[in-house]
Each structure stands twice: as structure tokens, then as C-alpha cells.
């Protein structure tokens, strides 16, 4: 298993190679988006990444203080994980877990696992290490038509959501909702918008809008972005990626003038993913209750500690 303390060309053909392997196409695995973390965010950490190219895995960390956690930042990613084949994970944990001690660590961090990963089995098996959820990513699957959507929803939560579409278009007639993706997407204006709620206003810190600047080099034509404007004037926007057959909502902002605005773009989205053949539609972290209302079913994510003996 070979240990990397910072991003080489060889690093760089071992993590495709791994996420050549891995089942899930989050842009939180990739390469683009470590690179990025460790350059707008965490900084003074120090890379420890281990790749093992026989088995295509590969476990990303950072390491401070002795305490190593998955890089790639758990307030940003929704998902952290060994990237490559589940079917390898436990036997690649199996083995990084003395190298990591022998690197100097002391304690293992690691958040965001999903509930579905080997990683989870690994953990479970090893006396002293300790699970929690911490968590929750609704998900809804989604139909072939939007009918059949708002038919699946239960009849109090159809009627509601029915209701508030008729009420708010009938309160901003002429709006319209535009779609971007990669270089085409506005980050400031999604700054902008988020900046209007006072939580995600001290969320973005000059390091993370640096950060969100950068999403559309990070992920590139998987990022998506929503519009809704009235007038010319956004009021609403969300970004999502879009890969595979999943659409993936990261991030919102809107005016609050205008009610109904965020809940109107979101159902719209809904409607646009089935339009093109998605089948997921995953409302990523928060237990939020528009999200319930909209069909989400939880999807759990984990913590693991563990102390390094």
C-alpha cells in the first residue's frame, strides 16, 4: 500500500483507478474536489493518502494534531468513504489502519459514511470502535412522469404541495426557471442568494466562498443550476450534480419576499430530473420537512471513532 502526503501524478492515475471501481459517482470522491478542500479549506492539515492499486482503493485522509479524519471537509461533502471497490473496503481497512498509526496518528474521525458502506461492516468488527448515526440524506426514487410523482405522494401532502404551486403562480405569473451547467453556472449569484438566511450567511466564510467560486473547475458539467426569475430577477436558485442517474441538490438560496419561492424551484427540479430520466433525486444531508412533504425517505450517513492502538 503506498502512502502519499501530497497530490502527485501517480496519485492522480491510482485515484482514477479508483473511482473507476467505485459504485457511487459522487463528486465528494473524486480527486477535483480533495485537491480543492486541502487548497481553500484545509489548510494546515496534512495529506495522508493511502492507495492500494491491487485491490483499486483507496482512503483518503488528512491528519492534524494525531487526529486523522477523512479529507475532502465533512461540513461540505455530504458523503466521505474509501473510494474504490466495496468489495475490497474491509480488506483495505484491514491494512491501513497499522500505517496510519505508523504515520503518527492517534485517533481515526471519520463522518459521513453511508449507511450501505463496507466501510460501516469493517468498523463494526473492530472491538473499541464506536458508530453513531449522525445523519440523515433523503432520498426519493423517482417515476416516469410527473403525474405519476404527485399521485405517489400521500393525499394530504399532494393536496398541499398542488395547492402551493396553484398559489404561487398565481401570486408571480410570468416566472420562469432556467437551467445552467458547468461554466455556465453563477456562483455569485447563488452566494448572493444564500447570504440572504443569517445561518448560511456565517456559513460562508471567505475560504468557503473561495470554495464555491471554484465548484464549476471542481465538478464541471455535473454541476447543474436552477433559476427561478420573475421580472428578470432571480429569486431563487439551487445547485445540484447531476451524475449518473441521480440528481443530487447541494446548495440553495432564495429571497424570502417572495413566498413560496424555494419549495416552487425545488418541486420544478423535481419535475426537470424526471424529464430527463432520472431515477434519484437525492435531497442530500438535513432532516428539513419540505423534504418529507416532497417524498424523501431517510438515508442514514455515520460517524466512526476509533482510537489507534
Avoid at 445540484?240 to 446548495?251: E, I, P, Q, R, V
Amino acid at each position: 500500500m503506498d502512502v502519499f502526503s501530497q497530490f502527485t501524478p501517480g496519485l492522480a492515475v491510482a485515484w482514477q483507478d479508483a473511482l473507476a471501481h467505485e459504485r457511487a459517482a459522487y463528486p465528494f470522491y473524486t480527486d477535483a474536489w480533495h485537491t480543492q478542500w486541502f487548497a481553500s479549506l484545509g489548510t494546515g492539515e496534512q495529506p495522508m493518502i493511502l492507495a492500494d492499486v491491487p485491490t483499486h482503493t483507496l482512503i483518503p485522509l488528512a491528519v492534524k494534531d494525531g487526529h486523522a479524519h477523512f479529507s475532502g471537509g465533512e461540513e461540505i461533502a455530504d458523503y466521505l468513504d474509501a473510494v474504490g471497490s466495496e468489495a475490497a473496503k474491509a480488506a483495505i481497512w484491514q491494512k491501513a489502519l497499522g500505517i496510519i498509526k505508523m504515520q503518527g496518528a492517534t485517533q481515526l474521525v471519520l463522518r459521513n459514511i453511508p449507511e450501505d458502506s463496507e466501510t460501516l461492516s469493517f468498523f463494526r468488527s473492530v472491538s473499541g470502535a464506536a458508530i453513531e448515526q449522525e445523519d440523515t440524506t433523503p432520498r426519493l426514487s423517482l417515476p416516469d412522469t410527473f403525474d405519476a410523482y404527485t399521485a405517489s405522494l400521500g393525499r394530504k401532502d399532494r393536496h398541499e404541495l398542488r395547492r402551493k404551486l396553484r398559489k404561487f403562480e398565481a401570486a408571480y405569473p410570468g416566472n420562469a426557471i432556467t437551467v445552467a451547467a458547468g461554466e455556465d453556472t453563477d456562483m455569485m449569484q447563488l452566494m448572493s442568494l444564500m447570504a440572504r438566511d443569517e445561518d448560511k450567511q456565517a456559513f460562508l466564510t471567505d475560504a468557503m466562498k473561495q470554495f464555491f467560486q471554484n465548484l464549476p473547475d471542481t465538478v464541471g458539467h455535473a454541476l447543474t443550476q436552477h433559476t427561478l426569475s420573475l421580472d428578470g430577477n432571480a429569486i431563487a436558485t439551487a445547485v445540484s450534480f447531476h451524475t449518473g442517474d441521480a440528481l443530487l441538490l447541494y446548495n440553495s438560496g432564495y429571497n424570502a419576499d417572495y413566498v413560496g419561492a424555494g419549495l416552487y424551484l425545488k418541486t420544478k427540479m423535481i419535475e426537470w430530473a424526471i424529464a430527463q430520466h432520472i431515477h434519484t433525486y437525492n435531497f442530500l444531508q438535513g432532516n428539513e420537512r419540505y423534504k418529507y412533504e416532497l417524498g424523501g425517505k431517510d438515508f442514514f450517513v455515520y460517524r466512526v471513532t476509533y482510537t489507534l492502538r
